[in-house]
């Protein structure tokens, strides 16, 4: 049974358009620790539909303390950008409880978020700036094209530089071994800041997908609550890179690969310590690696 309860909440709220200022709206929620013992919690918002993270926030700390058998109240905020499209956009308060984010958490009921339609009066505005700056942007043009014809004529600039060539087979193996000693000195220094930001989501974590900055940095911040200093001293004794490609040819359904979808031409390093070994995979572009995930 989840140590939190959200037994309660309003099922639709309105957001009505002001001219060109964003659209708010607000839902209040209780939040019930059902345990005897004092409890953190995290409190978030989890968004469904074409809702999107960024337009929502929670009143006040997200992350909270509750006596035995209390019960807070937590305000969500809704604000939509002028120029998002009129209608339905659904979410839900989700509450974590610290200590096991992973399996104790429980979420509230569907609240929409009723966004109205732009306004008339606006558009036909915002029409007529823009046959203004058009016909500005003629008269520039034609200004500048006229003193253009009375000036002599000049030599032509040198070529630009050639742009670098795309990354091949070596250099990208050399590249993402590069970043994968940078990625394990972040884990072993307890980094999570850093570990996220090197991190490209959608993202393997050894069991299952990540879609955002969010959710990586909860899993870091799990896995590096179980971090003895034993392990933070295990030292790399080497590291193999190879592509997507001649790994299938070893393991024709190596874990984590089919759900992020690599190609053949993806990188994974194996990194080797004394007595394990991890794989750490790398989306691989013209002219750069991003990690994507790790297993073991």
């Known amino acids: 049974m989840p140590t939190f309860e959200i037994p309660d909440g309003p099922t639709t709220i309105e957001a009505p358009r002001s001219g060109a200022k964003p659209a708010e709206a607000s839902a209040t929620y209780s939040v019930t620790n059902t345990s005897t013992d004092a ?5 978030g918002v ?4 074409a809702s999107k993270d960024e337009w ?3 009143d006040g700390n997200r992350e909270r303390t509750f006596g035995p ?3 807070q109240t937590a305000t969500i905020r809704a604000t939509f950008p002028s120029n998002v499209p009129g209608g339905d956009y659904p979410f839900r308060l989700r509450a974590i409880a610290v200590n096991d984010p992973d399996n104790d958490h429980a979420e509230g009921p569907m609240t929409t978020a009723r966004l109205g339609p732009g306004g008339g009066e606006a558009k036909k505005s915002l029409l007529w700036l823009w046959i203004l700056l058009a016909l500005l942007a003629i008269a520039v043009i034609g200004g500048g094209a006229w003193y253009m014809l009375r000036q002599p004529k000049t030599p032509p600039p040198p070529p630009s530089p050639a742009q670098p060539a795309a990354l091949d087979d070596a250099q990208a193996k ?3 071994e590069k970043k994968t000693g940078e990625w394990i000195a972040a884990l072993f220094g307890k980094d999570v800041d850093g570990l996220v930001e090197m991190s490209d989501t959608p993202f393997w974590a050894d069991g299952g997908l990540l879609f955002s900055k969010t959710q990586l940095r909860e899993k870091y911040s799990q896995m590096l609550r179980g971090m003895g200093e034993a392990e933070q001293k295990i030292q790399i004794t080497k590291m193999e890179s190879m592509t997507i490609g ?3 040819k070893k ?3 190596p874990r984590g690969a089919d759900a992020l979808r690599l190609k053949d031409d993806d990188i994974i390093v194996i990194a080797f310590f004394e007595h394990d070994a991890s794989g750490i995979y790398f989306r691989r572009s013209a002219r750069d690696v991003k990690l994507a995930g790790f297993t073991g």
Do not use: W
């Not at 409890?39 to 409190?43: E, K, P, Q, T, V």
């Open 69 to 71: 058998g209390e019960t």
């Open 251 to 253: 393991d024709p359904n």
């Open 39 to 43: 409890m953190d919690g995290r409190l």
């Open 56 to 58: 929502f926030t929670i």
């Open 46 to 49: 989890r968004v469904s539909g």
């Open 246 to 248: 001649e790994l299938k």
């Open 174 to 176: 050399q590249l993402a």
